[in-house]
Every structure is written in structure tokens, then in C-alpha cells.
């Protein structure tokens, strides 16, 4: 067959799976995944750039999301963690926002009632959680405060009888335009230590207004929240969350999962770059034909693989419970890094159609920026792992 006939699809790596680590799944998780697969190319991948250009989120895709069941696949599924994050990766590789819409409700919001609440309180929402019927969303991030929050947290609570009373605010807060409910995460005046509330988004004193001009993750619908005097019962004050260190027990596995985003978000690129390269003719031959263009994506499908074995072991010590902080801080700062440059020579290889969106590379390359940032930046996570190799912190 001559490079200009190739059917991509047709050829043996076409999953970008290289060194077939897709084989380590169980049969029955590896035939859910294909159903994942089949149900995001058929609802997702289809609308993704249009939702995307417009910044509008697809609500009427909840309730499929619902019907697929994807949310706790660990906890209450019983699947291993490689499982959820291949899966995860799947997601992102369709539409970053979307996996960012799931990772937000099922990592940061769901994570938080699994890991910090009392059985009582698991049993009293997480029903409603698990099927989408309530839609949450995680806050922890405050204007005047991203990777120093855990010691400057300024958002208040104060006991009052049998409520708490919350002033303050976060901002880039996903889902919270719609959510029904957020996991606030606020200082105790009493003992000024951070705890965490859940919070109904109807309660007096809530508000959340949409953050406008990205040119990240448009179809997010991230919020600045206000809280003037929200008053929460004692009920929602999730019982195990009592302290910053309590909140790290959710950062360290939605880290991983973000970690996860960067593998799914190169092999979003290398599926674009690739069959740009096979389909797009220059001089008269297909751009495959080059060699600097398949140095271009052997680089790319090289970043992705070593992130992805990176993925795959971390996500086994996260199974056998002997999984780190440190070890999910470095994971996140190379997998970025590695995107970083994955989704850049991607945007090249496309040429001027690469600053498009038309051509989905322009989205990719974008949103690559968000994955970059969020669950800890680079330098943050960076100096984490420093510090447990040398012994030495270098964060202030």
C-alpha cells in the first residue's frame, strides 16, 4: 500500500498504545474500556470543538454521562486504578473539558465525600453523587491563593450553635455555574485549621459567576464564589476533614488523575498530528513522507509512552496502597512537561492550520496549558519531589 493510500486506522499501533499496556487490564475492564471508547466517539468527540469555540457546557450530555456510570470506578466498581486512569486518559484524549467536568465531580467533589466523610453522611449523598443526580464541585482554590493554600487559606468558618457560618471566596472553581453542590474548604477561626463543608450552591449568601475571556478549557464553566454569611448545618461539615493534612489525602489521588490527563491529552495530539501527516500533501507527496516530520511524531509518541509506563506503575502502587505524595508530585510534573512539548510540536507539524481549531490541534494545544497549571504547578510539584530526595525543603 503506498504512504498516500494508508488507512491509519488500519495499522498496528492505531490506539497509540505501543507497548501494549493496555494488555495488563483485566479482559472485563479492557472491554469496558472499548465501551467507554465507542461511547465517546459517538457523544463526545463530535461536539467537543463546537461546545469549545462557543465556552458553553453540554448539560444534556449529563444524563449520558449518567447512563455510562462512570464515576468511583475504584471505590464502589471495583476496578484497579490503572483501569481508572486509562480511562481517564481516554476521556481527555476526546475533550480535555469533559474529563475535566468528570475529574472535578468524581476526583476532587466525590474524592473528598469518600476519603473525609462520616459513613452517615457517605450513605446520606453519595447515592445522589454516583448518579449524577447531584453535581458537585471542589473549593479550595481563593483569589489570593493557589499553591499556598494550605497555610493561607482565608476563606472563614465559624461555629454558631448548630451551624457553621462561611465568609469568603474561591475562584476557579469548575462546574460551579451549575453544580448543586461544592466541598468548601475553609479555616476554623476556633482552632485555625481547614476543614470542609458541603454546601448547597441554593443556599442564601452563595454565588458563583462564570469566569470569562479563557483560552483554556473553554467548555468549563470555572467560577468565582462568594460566600457573605453562608450558614451550613453541622451536618454538612464533612466529620473526617479536620485539618489541611486531611485535604492532601484527595489532592494526592486527583494528582494522579491530572498526571493520567497529560498522557490521554499527547495521545490526543499524536492521533491529529498523524493523520494530518498521512492525509496532508506538500510537494507532492504526503507530509509522512519526511523524515523530519516522522521524527516529529516518533517524539511525540515517545513523550506519551514513557508518560503513560510512568502512569501505569504509579497507578499499581496506588492499588497495592504504597503509593506516595512525592511519587504523584513527580508524576504530574514530568507528564505535563512531556504534553507540554508533545502539544507544541503537534501545533507545528500543522503548519498554520494548527492555530485553528477547525483542525482540533489549536484545542489540544490550548487546553494543554490548564493540565499544565491545575492539581499544583510545575515548580510546585517539582520541589515536592526535591525535597524527598534531598531531605531539604526549598517552598517557603
Known amino acids: 500500500m503506498s504512504a498516500a493510500a494508508t488507512d491509519i486506522n488500519s495499522l498496528p499501533y492505531a490506539d497509540g498504545d505501543f507497548f501494549s499496556f493496555e494488555q495488563l487490564l483485566s479482559s472485563k475492564e479492557q472491554d469496558r474500556l472499548a465501551e467507554v471508547r465507542s461511547f ?7 461536539i467537543a470543538v463546537d461546545c469549545w469555540n462557543r465556552g458553553e457546557f453540554p448539560l444534556d450530555l449529563v444524563p449520558k454521562l449518567a447512563e455510562l456510570d462512570l464515576v468511583s470506578p475504584v471505590r464502589r466498581q471495583g476496578h484497579s486504578n490503572l483501569f481508572a486512569g486509562i480511562v481517564h486518559a481516554e476521556v481527555t484524549r ?7 467536568f468528570m475529574g472535578v465531580h468524581d476526583g476532587l467533589f466525590t474524592g473528598s465525600i469518600e476519603a473525609l466523610a462520616s459513613r452517615e453522611q457517605q450513605d ?4 445522589d453523587i454516583y448518579s449524577l443526580r447531584k453535581i458537585g464541585a471542589f473549593g479550595l482554590t481563593e483569589p489570593l491563593g493557589g499553591s499556598d493554600v494550605a497555610g493561607g487559606t482565608r476563606t472563614t468558618a465559624r461555629r454558631d450553635g448548630d451551624r457553621w457560618i462561611l465568609n469568603g471566596a474561591k475562584r476557579w472553581i469548575g462546574n460551579a455555574t451549575f453544580s448543586d453542590w461544592v466541598v468548601v474548604y475553609a479555616r476554623d477561626v476556633a482552632d ?10 441554593g443556599l442564601p449568601g452563595f454565588s ?3 469566569i470569562e475571556n479563557k483560552i483554556s478549557l473553554r467548555t468549563v464553566q470555572n467560577a468565582d464564589i462568594t460566600l457573605e454569611n453562608v450558614a451550613v448545618p453541622d451536618f454538612f461539615k464533612l466529620a473526617n476533614a479536620n485539618s489541611f493534612r486531611d485535604t492532601n489525602k484527595v489532592l494526592k489521588v486527583t494528582r494522579l488523575a491530572v498526571a493520567w490527563q497529560a498522557v490521554g491529552q499527547q495521545l490526543a495530539a499524536f492521533d491529529v498530528a498523524r493523520r494530518y501527516a498521512v492525509e496532508r500533501h506538500q510537494f ?9 516530520v516522522q521524527s516529529q511524531l516518533v517524539q511525540i509518541l515517545g513523550n506519551a509512552v514513557s508518560s503513560m509506563g510512568m502512569m501505569v506503575r504509579l497507578s499499581q502502587l496506588e492499588d497495592a496502597g504504597q503509593a506516595k505524595d512525592e511519587q504523584s508530585a513527580l508524576a504530574k510534573a514530568f507528564t505535563t512537561a512531556r504534553m507540554r512539548e508533545s502539544v507544541a510540536i503537534g501545533r507545528s507539524l500543522l503548519g498554520g492550520n494548527g492555530i485553528v481549531t477547525d483542525f482540533e490541534m489549536a484545542k489540544i494545544f490550548a487546553d494543554a496549558e490548564a493540565i499544565y497549571s491545575y492539581e499544583g504547578t510545575h515548580e510546585v510539584n517539582t520541589l515536592v519531589a526535591g525535597r524527598a530526595i534531598t531531605g531539604v525543603s526549598a517552598i517557603v
Open 40 to 46: 465517546l466517539a459517538r457523544e463526545v468527540k463530535p
Open 94 to 100: 476526546a475533550d480535555t473539558s469533559i474529563a475535566t
Open 124 to 127: 446520606a449523598w453519595l447515592p
Open 192 to 201: 485555625n485549621q481547614v476543614k470542609a463543608f458541603l454546601v448547597d450552591t
Open 208 to 210: 458563583a459567576t462564570k
Open 284 to 292: 507532492g507527496r504526503p507530509l509522512a513522507s519526511f523524515q523530519l
